[in-house]
Each structure stands twice: as structure tokens, then as C-alpha cells.
């Protein structure tokens, strides 16, 4: 990962705005008076007006770390590397018996973990983010390719070939929906082409398809409720960020259609890794880890008979999910049959 605190400190603006275009946002956004470019960025605020600070509420020592944590945020999941398979390497359950498994998982393939409360599935997650070497309470190995990730590579590759959709939208920025997808979208050079509006579309009204409570396109992304941002983020990963592995940890009603989105994101030839308590969304991915105390106990393929299932349990969750909005709206449940 770039430490971008350093390279905003030791190089001249000018050089800074010629790797990163997006930079030039960061400071329009914040309406930042024009700056000597020949300087580092510390150093041409030194100039800049006390007033101009003091209206927006922000230190000369800020600015910087938030430039970093923007260009930190804009440039994750860039690199557009393609990875064609994922091994994980069992390690030792929190007993520290052997897990004995290496488990592979190729682009297409939507893998859910399932597990009582605290047995383990936001560690496996995190291990798999970390792309972690042995050196985590579970000793797991995470393979790429099929080869094991070098020191360098890890911290190169750590943010861009994994995305964490835990992560909230909080931005010191005030940014809105549609300027956050441009600006994301330029970062990534995916809008180079005549076709970045349309991708942009795109991706807004997945986003607000996903949502469960609509949002328009000036909504402020810090305005954004947890169960929208998470939407906003599972439609950017679906068509902006290339990132090729997308890990959710599932927090219970987020306010997203999740089994949408989980559709969404397997048809964008990712791996997808999602920890849940919902039994739908456990069957409906094409093989399920199991943890139990901290280890991976069993890999089960999702079976015929299993999808089967899953056929009359959506029935059973459309009449629930139709119970609960009657009865939201004031209505009566007298007669299941027209629900
Ligand atoms: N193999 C292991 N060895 C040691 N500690 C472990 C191991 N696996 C998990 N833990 C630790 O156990 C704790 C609970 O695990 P975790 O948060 O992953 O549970 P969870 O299944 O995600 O629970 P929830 O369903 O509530 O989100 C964490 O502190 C985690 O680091
Ligand atoms: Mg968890």
C-alpha cells in the first residue's frame, strides 16, 4: 500500500497533481485558494489565508493526512490485476487443533461462511484481507495464483486485489453520490472512455436498486445510511473497482437486497467471500465454510436438493418480508393468501 502521507510531504504539488489527477478535486472540493504548485503541500499552505482556515474549520496540519486518507480510499482496488484462483491453507481452531484443509476458489464463485456468533468467520475474513502468511491467530496461509504472496507483494497488493465492504463512507469530504462514482471512476482511468457516464448510470441505480431506502444521485455521501453507503460500495466494487476479490461481513439487516447483490457481484467474475447468518444467502452461494471455534470444520457444495430448497424458503421470505410491510404500514394480517 502507498504511504501517501510521505509522498504528499516529499514531493512538490506539481508533481503530486501529475500522478494524481484526482488531487486537483480533493482541493476544488474544499475550495481551496489556488496554491503554489513549485511547493510540497505543507509548504504552499503556509501561504494560504488564516481565514480561509478558519471558515472551514481545518488546520494546516489536517489537510495533508486528509489528502492521504482520500487518495488511500480513491486508489484501493486499482491495479485491475486479474487473479485466477484463491487457496486458503488451513491453520489451528483457537484450541489449536489442525484445520487440514487447502481450499481453492476461482473468479465466479460465491462462497459463504456460516457459524455460530463469535466462532470465527470476521477472522477468516480478515485473514484472507490481510492476505495473511502464518502470522495471524489462526497461522492460515492465503495463496494467489496458487503461489505464495511475497512480503512485497503483500503490502503492494494489500487494498487492491481485496475489497472489505465493512468499511464505511465516513469522508472528511463532502462529497455527493454522483461526484464520489465521477471521481472514483476518473481515479480509476475506467472513465477515460466515452462511455464513463453510462457506467456512472449504472452503477447509481444499482446502488438504488440494492437500497432499500432511495437516494438521488446529490445526496451527500456522509448523509448516507449504513445499509445505503453499503450499497453505493457493492455496485462501485460490481462495475467501477476491479478489484477481483470482494469479502462482505455481513451485518443483519443492513437495508440492502443482499441476495441481489450477491447475484450481482458473481456475475462480475469475482470471488466473493461472505460471512452470514442468513440461511439464504449460506445456500445461496455454491459452497459454504463452516467455522466452529475458530476453525473451518467442513466445505460443503451447495447441492441440487439444497437449491431445491432454497426455492421454497424465498416463498417463505417473500410472505415474511410482505407480512412485515403490511404490518409497517399500518395494515392487517387476517388472510396469508394475499400477502
Ligand atoms: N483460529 C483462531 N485462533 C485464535 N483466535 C481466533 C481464531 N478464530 C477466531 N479467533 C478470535 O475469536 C474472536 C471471535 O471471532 P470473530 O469475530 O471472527 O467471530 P464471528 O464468527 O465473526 O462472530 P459474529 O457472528 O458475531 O460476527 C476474535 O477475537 C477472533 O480473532
Ligand atoms: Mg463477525
Redesign the pocket.
Known amino acids: 500500500m502507498i504511504d501517501f502521507g510521505n509522498l504528499i510531504a516529499a514531493q512538490p504539488l506539481s508533481a503530486l497533481l501529475a500522478d494524481y489527477p484526482v488531487v486537483r478535486d480533493f482541493f476544488l472540493n474544499l475550495n481551496l485558494p489556488p496554491l503554489n504548485e513549485a511547493k510540497s503541500l505543507a509548504d504552499a499552505l503556509l501561504e494560504a489565508d488564516d481565514d480561509w482556515l478558519l471558515e472551514f474549520g481545518l488546520t494546516r496540519e489536517e489537510i495533508p493526512s486528509q489528502l492521504a486518507a482520500f487518495l488511500t480510499t480513491m486508489t484501493a482496488a486499482e491495479s485491475g490485476r486479474a487473479v485466477t484462483s484463491l487457496t486458503i491453507i488451513g491453520?489451528?481452531?483457537?484450541s489449536g487443533g489442525a484445520e487440514n484443509i487447502e481450499l481453492h476458489i476461482e473468479p465466479g464463485t460465491v462462497v459463504s461462511i456460516v457459524?455460530?456468533?463469535?466462532?470465527?468467520?470476521?477472522?477468516?475474513l480478515?485473514d484472507i484481507e490481510c492476505l495473511a502468511q502464518g502470522d495471524t491467530?489462526?497461522a492460515r496461509r492465503i495463496l494467489i495464483d496458487g503461489a505464495e504472496v511475497t512480503e512485497d507483494d503483500r503490502f503492494n497488493l494489500e487494498g487492491k486485489i481485496v475489497a472489505q465492504l465493512s468499511q464505511n463512507m465516513n469522508f472528511v469530504m463532502d462529497l455527493t453520490v454522483a461526484e464520489f462514482l465521477e471521481m472514483h471512476a476518473r481515479s480509476r482511468a475506467v472513465g477515460v472512455s466515452g462511455d464513463a457516464d453510462a457506467l456512472i448510470k449504472t452503477c447509481f441505480e444499482c446502488a438504488n436498486s440494492l437500497a432499500g431506502e432511495k437516494f438521488t444521485p446529490e445526496t451527500k455521501v456522509t448523509q448516507l445510511s449504513g445499509g445505503q453507503s453499503r450499497a453505493l460500495m457493492i455496485a462501485d466494487c460490481a462495475y467501477i473497482s476491479q478489484s477481483a476479490i470482494v469479502l462482505i461481513?455481513e451485518i443483519e439487516n443492513a437495508g440492502v437486497d443482499r441476495r441481489e447483490a450477491i447475484a450481482l457481484l458473481a456475475q462480475s467474475e469475482k470471488i466473493v467471500l461472505i460471512?452470514t447468518?442468513d440461511p439464504l444467502l449460506a445456500l445461496g452461494a455454491d459452497k459454504r465454510i463452516v467455522?466452529k471455534n475458530?476453525?473451518i470444520s467442513a466445505i460443503i457444495d451447495t447441492s441440487a436438493e439444497e437449491k431445491a430448497s432454497l426455492v421454497e424458503l424465498e416463498k417463505i421470505d417473500r410472505l415474511l418480508y410482505n407480512t412485515r410491510k403490511t404490518l409497517r404500514a399500518g395494515g392487517q394480517i387476517n388472510d396469508l393468501g394475499t400477502l
Not at 491453520?91 to 483457537?94: L, M, S, T, V
Request: charged share 25%.
Open positions: 491453520g489451528r481452531d483457537k457459524g455460530p456468533t463469535g466462532s470465527g468467520k470476521s477472522r477468516l480478515g491467530p489462526t461481513d460471512s447468518h467455522i475458530g476453525g
